[in-house]
């Protein structure tokens, strides 16, 4: 029996080509050729295990091994995740969707698992807020970071290490870490044979944004009691059903690809993720990484936008609907939201306006919300993208984060980038290394404070 995974539809996108925004079919069918070229190339090079493309292999990958691990971290009262980027934000996704949405603040009993915190950016108010929150003696930390060198993550180890150390002592401190980093080297691997409680590899041809169906993202996930393997299930029933695909209008993929390369072409170079359903307000973070540092390259990219219904109706909808017609929106409904919360009914005179909503359901008014919405787009003649999931799951989840990893994937091929590396984001870490006084970057540090200076080469105080 097959899985409805969820409905794609396509509203102020596909026209006769006569008028802006509309993009004639015409021109969605020139790309099929190359978009059937692009997956074959991902799927050769998958196969190959070619660097960059190994993402395509892990909803197939045993994952017993990290599930061992993770019955060790159920045990804490605390997990800290230490990472930063794809280290971090496919943990938040996971945790996000699936979790209560305070469930630091329930009791064991009705939590049923840890508690999570992620220490992702370098802010000491941050950091020292989480230590604050933790018993070190019932608190296990994972660190991840393939090469061990990314300046923000050994930052916030060294930290937390140290404050574990003068409290526990140096041998049980280290048995309080998991390390995820590289298979076969590394500072982190190296520290980790001294008595760490576990390490686990970060795959070696996947690039971090594209990680999350790995350890990295599902170590945690696991320990938290997450749906893991419908989440890996619903990205290989995603997978079968483009293998399946006949053609490009039987293809999601194809067609997201499609259109985010055409509407680029023809001037509109930002892409809305714009969710309705709280749950999935990481996932439209997820996506901003994912696709901002993949196709981000040489004057080339749409940017990301991410934003969150219907709270953003009241924030940014009027920039959306009369604004500059300069993006691609994507809205994204969920179905069955949730517990059945119906609007009561009420006897206040003052209150007769709003009788209109009772015994509507909230999940409907936020759904009419999104409806309301792309109807709002469509009538200003901005090109939707409308994708409803029957709820949110774990299959679906999983299904959803694999299309927009090979929809990533295909546009970048298609803009002629490559999808699989982040030059810029390795500029800056240079420039990092350099400023902050690592050996061996001190020509680094030189060309960043001439560039920050001839920038900043007016300033006003105020």
């Known amino acids: 029996m097959s899985t409805n995974l969820f409905t794609i539809g396509l509203g102020g996108v596909i026209g006769d080509g006569t008028r802006l925004p509309l993009i004639a079919e015409s021109e969605i069918m020139l790309l099929e050729k190359s978009l059937r070229k692009a997956e ?9 295990g070619t660097m960059g493309y190994g993402w395509m292999k892990l909803p197939y990958a045993d994952i017993e091994p990290l599930r061992l691990v993770a019955r060790k971290l159920e ?8 990472g930063i980027g794809g280290s971090a934000l496919g943990n938040l996704m996971l945790n996000n969707a699936f979790l209560h949405p305070f469930h ?31 018993d070190p003696e019932r ?11 990314t300046a923000e993550t050994i930052a916030i180890f060294l930290w937390f290490f140290e404050a574990m150390r003068q409290r526990l002592g140096e041998e049980k401190a280290l048995s309080h870490f998991v390390f995820i980093t590289d298979p076969k080297k590394g500072i982190l691997r190296d520290l980790a044979s001294r008595g760490a409680m576990a390490t686990l590899p970060v795959p070696e041809n996947v690039g971090g944004r ?16 997450l749906p893991v ?35 680029f072409r023809k001037g509109r170079p930002m892409a809305v993720m714009m969710p309705y359903g709280d749950g999935l307000e990481r996932f439209a973070e997820w996506h901003a990484q994912l696709w901002g540092e993949s196709l981000g390259k040489e004057g080339k990219g749409s940017t990301p936008v991410r934003a969150l ?44 306006a709003s009788r209109y909503l009772e015994g509507h359901s ?101």
């Open 309 to 352: 219904g219907a709270i953003d109706q009241h924030s940014q909808v009027q920039l959306y609907v009369a604004g500059p017609d300069d993006k691609l929106f994507t809205l994204i409904d969920i179905a069955e939201k949730g517990p059945d919360l119906k609007i009561p009914s009420t006897a206040q005179k003052e209150l007769a």
């Open 229 to 263: 393997k419908d989440l890996l299930e619903g990205a290989k029933l995603l997978d079968e059903r483009l293998i399946r695909a006949d053609g490009i209008w039987d293809n999601p993929a194809w067609i997201l690809a499609a259109l985010h390369v055409l509407h």
């Open 40 to 48: 074959s190339h991902l799927r050769i090079h998958s196969e190959r």
């Open 75 to 82: 045990d804490y009262d605390s997990i800290v995740q230490v």
């Open 362 to 462: 909230f999940s409907e008014l936020l759904s009419v919300e999104a409806r309301s919405t792309a109807a709002a787009l469509m009538k200003a003649q901005k090109p939707v993208i409308w994708l409803e999931i029957p709820n949110l799951d774990g299959i679906r989840l999983g299904a959803l984060v694999f299309l927009y990893e090979v929809v990533t994937a295909l546009t970048g091929i298609l803009l002629e980038v490559d999808p699989f590396d982040q030059p810029g984001v390795e500029q800056g870490k240079r420039y990092t290394y350099g400023l902050m006084g690592r050996e061996g970057y001190g020509a680094d540090a030189k060309e960043a404070s001439e560039a920050f200076g001839k920038t900043l080469s007016k300033t006003l105080s105020v």
């Open 139 to 149: 608190t296990a930390f994972v660190v991840v970071s393939k090469s061990g060198s």
């Open 210 to 225: 594209f990680s999350v169906f790995s350890e990295v993202g599902l170590l945690s996930a696991s320990a938290m009691g």
């Open 104 to 134: 630091n603040e329930l009791t064991r009993k009705e939590r049923k698992s840890p508690r999570f915190y992620m220490a992702d950016n370098p802010d000491p108010l941050s950091l020292s807020g989480i230590w604050d929150c933790v």
